[in-house]
Each structure stands twice: as structure tokens, then as C-alpha cells.
């Protein structure tokens, strides 16, 4: 499978937005392994029991991340 310029910059945000979720707000970040356009994280909550995805989006043109949650559980 070839890796495109793109895939990289997408996983670089996405690993960017784990980071400061982990860091910051001490959520449990689970990256999705498969490469789709959809959901591309799970994020649990272990203090309220609810798990959520996350959809995140890295393009240098808007300068920066721009991310959506959904609540799964």
C-alpha cells in the first residue's frame, strides 16, 4: 500500500490531537487502525463512562486541525 503525502499529514494531526488529549485532558485516545474517511478515533472517558469518535482533519491550507466528536456510548 503506498503511503501518499496526504495520508501522512492526516496522521500527523491525527497523532497531534491524541497527543493533547492524553497530555491535557488525561482521555484515553484509541486511534482507528484501518485507513478510511471516516471515524479515525475512539475517545473514552473513563470519569462520565462514555466513549466517543472523533473525526479529525489536518490541511496546512486552513492552518491547522479541525476536528468533530460524536458520542458513541
Known amino acids: 500500500m503506498k503511503v501518499t503525502n496526504q495520508d501522512q499529514q492526516g496522521d500527523s494531526g491525527l497523532y497531534h490531537v491524541g497527543q493533547q488529549v492524553t497530555d491535557n485532558l488525561n482521555w484515553i485516545f484509541r486511534p482507528q487502525k484501518e485507513r478510511d474517511y471516516g471515524i479515525d478515533a475512539l ?18 491550507a486552513w ?9 458513541l456510548i
Open 43 to 60: 475517545l473514552e472517558i473513563v470519569t462520565i463512562a462514555k466513549i466517543y469518535q472523533l473525526y479529525a482533519r489536518d490541511n496546512a
Open 63 to 71: 492552518s491547522g486541525i479541525t476536528y468533530n466528536v460524536m458520542q
